[in-house]
Every structure is written in C-alpha cells, then in structure tokens.
C-alpha cells in the first residue's frame, strides 16, 4: 500500500502529539511520505509530548511545514478510523 497525506502540513512547530488508530487493522505513519516512521496496531494510541522534562521548549519539535502521511501495515484495516492531534507552538 502507498501512503496517503493525513491532515494538513503543520502551521507551527508541533511539541505534543497524539497518534490514534482507531481501525481494525495495523497502520503506519511516515514524515516524509517514503520511509515507515512508527507502526501502530489496531486500537491503539501513542502520545508524543516533547516539553516533559524539557528546560527548553523549543529544543525538540516536529517542524512547521511537517507533512504526516499513513498507510495500512501488516493487517489491513476495513473499519474505524486514524486521527493525529496536535498541540503547536504559535510563532
């Protein structure tokens, strides 16, 4: 399977995300569009919060301009629904 954008590309620099896969099947999720950046399984989520711990806001982030891109992994999903929340940086 090929990757299809999700979204739109980020506004402002992204330092929580929230990754959701609400299928039935495996997903994958790419930054770039070519390469597998991080596989979910079915019915589950993962929660990327760069400020924890952090003594600079600004020091790890997903860029602005970031474009996510998903596609189905090893169990194709037919039902549900994937989804990504954002929280940005306002520049």
Known sequence: A???V???VLA???VIL???N???G???ISADGTNDH???SASTFRVFDFTTNSGNLLSFMFAKGTQFYVKDGTTP???GDFTIEIVQVTE
Do not use: H
Request: aromatic share 8%; net charge neutral; hydrophobic share 40%.
């Open 6 to 8: 999700i979204g739109s």
């Open 38 to 40: 991080l596989k979910l």
């Open 2 to 4: 090929s990757y299809a």
């Open 26 to 28: 495996d997903v994958v």
């Open 77 to 79: 999903s037919t039902t």
């Open 22 to 24: 609400n299928t039935n």
């Open 18 to 20: 929230t990754f959701i």
């Open 12 to 14: 402002n620099p992204a």
